[in-house]
């Protein structure tokens, strides 16, 4: 069984919900679908909880009433005849009752969890029942009854597979398996989501416990490309990564997918595929554990980057000053991108500078402390590893017009990344897709 993943704008409109149920069951087999809210949906609900927090009833109130006119003319547009017609608003009206009974009472953070969560019921809801007008054999499962995340905040894999086998074998012999992506119950049953990778976590963990054939992520893009396209002249799409790849790719700028999401799929050994909605038919994107030896497969950029240089005379020798430093950056939960160290200084990335002043406040006591703001990194990905001998010099003579803050190689066999000036990143880019990708166009 395959496991098909939509995001918010492959089911955004009454027409794209039927184009999904269409990609779905073109094969005949029994597949298991996630899907996400409609798109703007979610910041509909978040905007909702907005109100509810500073107390403003009415704000929150009149979202509701625009979220839900919008939703009654899907109706009209998706469905055919009347009984579902009249089933799908008796299902949103009861929907926008349980919404506006927030504003009647006291708010919590959970409740805001709640709020949110209706986005994925309501669009896996007017699917399934599109699906049931149409004759497919298909059936709603809630995320609710086997998605959970443990005491810290983690998915905990045993348990959604040992709740979902259960809630498989009461409900055999269907074609279409659909569930809600994101939403989820925590270690205390409470309503809760995934937070990171959303929906594609939730494909990636529903695949590695049914042991899916393939999990396929379904985007309106034609897989992850070798460079960004919106800024670069002749991208093209990368057909094959390894799963180490595709996360260095994700966690600096490629934002198709999370780099957290496809870890249960990599840990189960079930590949993942990207596709696109529009060009159903275009091969896209897979990724597995096969490393393509002596490739460079692409280049993505992580903007809002700070550096921070530190230097000590009294570093020399000195044993715990990368502790100190590092627990500086600890204390303020503020994760470090890029390291590099000499015999005298350290210098350090970081994509989050809520903390910024007090970290470095905190790091004068160990030496003179710089900082460089409005920086970008660029990451090259492939099979980097230091005996492919000369890849390093590839990746670097693409460079060689563009001044270079900090590199970093050896890290991973995967990717050599360059800290550079915001301001230099698209010439960087073009540079490196000339380079690599573009000698023979």
């Known amino acids: 069984m395959k496991v098909m993943k939509f995001g918010g704008t492959s089911v955004g409109s009454p027409e794209r919900m039927k184009s999904v149920s269409q990609l779905v ?9 996630v899907l996400s809210a409609m798109s703007g949906t979610t910041n509909s609900l978040v905007e909702i909880s907005n109100y509810l927090y500073k107390k403003n009833p009415e704000g929150a109130n009149d979202v509701i009433n625009r979220l839900e006119q919008k939703y009654m003319g899907h109706v009209e547009e998706l469905y055919s005849t009347d009984e579902y ?18 504003t009647k009472d006291l708010f919590t953070s959970f409740e805001e969890k709640s709020i949110v969560a209706q986005g994925e019921i309501i669009s896996t809801n007017m699917v399934v029942n599109y699906m049931k007008e149409q004759g497919i054999n298909a059936v709603l499962l809630s995320a609710l009854d086997f998605m959970r995340t443990d005491k810290n905040g983690e998915p905990d894999p045993g348990y959604i597979k040992e709740k979902l086998a259960k ?13 809600q992506g994101f939403i989820c119950r925590n270690a205390y049953g409470e309503v809760d989501n995934l937070e990171r990778g959303g929906s594609d976590y939730t494909a990636s963990l529903i695949g590695a416990a049914i042991n899916a ?103 020399l020798l000195a044993t715990g000053f990368l502790r100190k430093v590092f627990e500086i950056f600890e204390s303020y939960q503020t994760a470090i991108d890029m390291v590099a160290t000499s015999e005298v200084g350290v210098s350090m990335s970081i994509d989050n500078d809520t903390h910024l002043h007090d970290i470095v406040d905190e790091l004068k006591k160990y030496g003179t402390v710089t900082v460089d703001s409005d920086m ?32 970093s190689y050896g890290g991973s066999n995967y990717n050599i990344s360059f800290l550079i000036k915001a301001a230099d990143k698209k010439r960087a880019l073009q540079s490196l897709s000339d380079t690599l990708f573009n000698k023979g166009n």
């Open 376 to 407: 970008c990194i660029i990451c090259v990905v492939g099979d980097l590893d230091w005996s492919n001998i000369g890849f390093e010099t590839l990746a670097t003579d693409a460079m060689k017009n563009i001044p270079v803050r900090m590199i």
């Open 213 to 315: 054939d393939e999990i396929q992520i379904w985007t309106d893009i034609d897989g992850m490309h070798n460079n960004d396209p919106r800024i670069v002249d002749k991208t093209e799409a990368v057909r094959q990564l390894h799963f180490e790849e595709a996360a260095e790719l994700a966690y600096f700028g490629a934002k198709i997918l999370h780099p957290t999401c496809v870890q249960p799929a990599k840990f189960a050994g079930i590949p993942v595929r990207l596709k696109n909605t529009m060009e159903p038919d275009a091969p896209g994107t897979i990724i597995d554990n096969v490393t393509v030896r002596g490739k460079i497969k692409a280049v993505a950029a992580k903007d809002n980057i700070t550096a921070i240089k530190i230097k000590s005379s009294r570093m």
């Open 85 to 102: 017609k009249q089933l799908t608003r008796e299902f949103l009206k009861g929907e926008f009752q349980f919404l506006r009974s927030f």
């Open 25 to 33: 069951t073109r094969s005949g087999e029994p597949v298991f679908v």
């Open 167 to 179: 809630v498989m074998e009461e409900n055999e012999g269907y074609q279409i398996y659909l569930t």
